[in-house]
């Protein structure tokens, strides 16, 4: 049997996903994308989800990008498919109810890039390379680099990134806001556990709503947006969560989510 492309570790309803193909420095094949739109499936259909933590494998990369090797004779027709898949793949993604969350280890690069721009935040080692140097190869980002990172970072930056094909490291990465906080690389580790019981301490429709009240107000206008947040915060009036939760706060003891 062939080695899983795609690692998956459950720890309490926070999965961790790790792409595995190390000796490729982890780059997107249709491979990957394959069983990472399978396993993201599995995990849309799971109620007690409480996050989505994803890296690479090695010490080297998350993922240093799309594989070029694969795409290299690709037709403007396969290029088309080969990218739609991407889209797919990273959108199902960035629509998990659910905060995810990019562990950058190494290169971030390409589709690496466009893979951590579609989670919720981003943490990133202190050796981490970030980039959009798909201009070097002749072609733009395709698998959604040129509307999420103006999203993220501003249309200036992005398009000096996109334009430009240079690599940032981490510390300009935090400046621009591609990611939230940089870290030694041997402390990711020990920041995926507080996380995890972060996430596993707070109620999880909570998050949810939470999540949900962002993504969705973001693309609405403020009052819209503000209705949303009215609907949801009383919402979570209507089940036993808010009642653990705030009983709890009340009699000075942790919640039972």
């Not at 981003?122 to 999203?151: K, Y």
């Not at 089940?239 to 939760?245: D, R």
Request: hydrophobic content about 45%; glycine content about 8%; charged content about 25%.
């Amino acid at each position: 049997m062939s080695e899983k492309l795609i690692d998956v570790v459950d720890n309490a309803g926070v999965v961790r996903l790790t792409i595995n193909r190390p000796k490729a420095l982890n780059a997107l094949n249709s491979a990957v994308l394959t069983e990472l739109e399978s396993v993201l499936t599995d995990l849309e259909q799971r109620s007690n989800l409480r996050a989505v933590l994803i890296t690479g494998a090695g010490e080297k990369a998350f993922v240093a990008g799309a594989d070029i090797t694969e795409m290299r004779e690709k037709t403007p027709e396969e290029a088309r498919a080969f990218a739609t898949q991407a889209l797919r793949t990273i959108k199902r993604l960035e629509t998990l109810p659910v905060p995810v969350v990019a562990l950058v280890n190494g290169f971030c690069l390409g589709g690496g890039c466009e893979l951590a721009l579609a989670c919720d935040w981003a943490v990133a080692s202190d050796n981490a390379i970030f980039g959009q140097p798909e201009v070097l190869l002749g072609v733009i980002p395709g698998f959604g680099g040129t509307q999420r990172l103006p999203r993220r970072v501003g249309p200036a930056m992005a398009i000096d990134l996109v334009t430009t094909g240079r690599k940032i490291d981490a510390q300009e990465a935090l400046r621009i806001g591609l990611v939230n906080r940089v870290m030694p690389q041997a402390e990711l580790d020990a920041y995926a556990e507080e996380l995890t019981k972060q996430l596993v301490g707070n109620g999880p429709q909570a998050v949810r709503a939470s999540k949900l009240a962002v993504h969705d107000g973001m693309d609405q206008d403020l009052d819209s947006a503000l209705a949303l947040e009215t609907a949801l915060f009383a919402f979570c009036f209507a089940g036993e969560e808010q009642k653990e939760g705030m009983s709890a706060f009340v009699e000075k003891r942790k919640p039972n989510f």
